[in-house]
Structure formats: structure tokens, C-alpha cells
């Protein structure tokens, strides 16, 4: 069983900024993969970042050169920078981590909103 701690989400306006905090914990020593999806009610969830191990990174397309990814491993934490932030980014933010043996776990979310 995975616990996750999340934090960092909010109301911004719009070209604002947000740092988003993933706290995993559980019998797992270190996730192979970590990193946040969104989902907006009605839509399918996506991806925004992941982040492994040897620190390889991916972004969904939307993000443009906007958000930065990072990880500290010891921790089993992961964060995201998040700038330039636009009314379409508003989504609830879910953190993501998969060990080394396939299983994946999610975060119980934490809801972004930008608006003016």
C-alpha cells in the first residue's frame, strides 16, 4: 500500500505559477517512475510529466517548455514547477508512481484552478 502526500494546489491567475509537491511512502524503497497525470471532468486523464529513476523525463504535449519536472529520489518526492499557467491548465492533478515490479499507484489529486 502507497501513501501520498500532495500539496501545491490552488487558484492562480492566469501566467501565474504553482509548484505541486508528491510525497510517496509505503513498503516501497524507491519507485522506478514518478511523476502527475490531470484529468478534467469529462476527459480522459493525461499526462502532464513523469520522471524515472535515472532522472529521464517526459511531457505531454500541451506543455510546451512551461512545466519542469523533478525528483528527489532518497525522498520518494516529486515536484512540479508549473509556469505561464492558462485557463486550460485547470484540472484536478493526480500523482503517479510506479515501482520496478509494474505496479502503478495514484495520489488522491489536488485541484488547480486558473482564473481571473
Known amino acids: 500500500q502507497v501513501q501520498f502526500v500532495e500539496s501545491g494546489g490552488g487558484l492562480v491567475q492566469p501566467g501565474g505559477s504553482l509548484r505541486l509537491s508528491c510525497a510517496a511512502s509505503?513498503?516501497?524503497?524507491?519507485?522506478?517512475?514518478m511523476g502527475w497525470y490531470r484529468q478534467v471532468p469529462g476527459n480522459e486523464r493525461e499526462l502532464v510529466a513523469l520522471?524515472?529513476?535515472?532522472?529521464?523525463?517526459d511531457y505531454g504535449d500541451f506543455v510546451k517548455g512551461r512545466f519542469t519536472i523533478s525528483r528527489e529520489i532518497a525522498e520518494n518526492t516529486v515536484y512540479l514547477e508549473m509556469n505561464s499557467l492558462n485557463p486550460e491548465d485547470t484540472a484536478v492533478y493526480y500523482c503517479?508512481?510506479?515501482?520496478?515490479?509494474?505496479?502503478?499507484?495514484w495520489g488522491q489529486g489536488t485541484r488547480v484552478t486558473v482564473s481571473s
Open positions: 520522471i524515472s529513476s535515472s532522472a529521464h523525463t
Open positions: 509505503g513498503s516501497v524503497v524507491m519507485f522506478y517512475t
Open positions: 503517479y508512481a510506479r515501482e520496478y515490479s509494474g505496479r502503478a499507484s
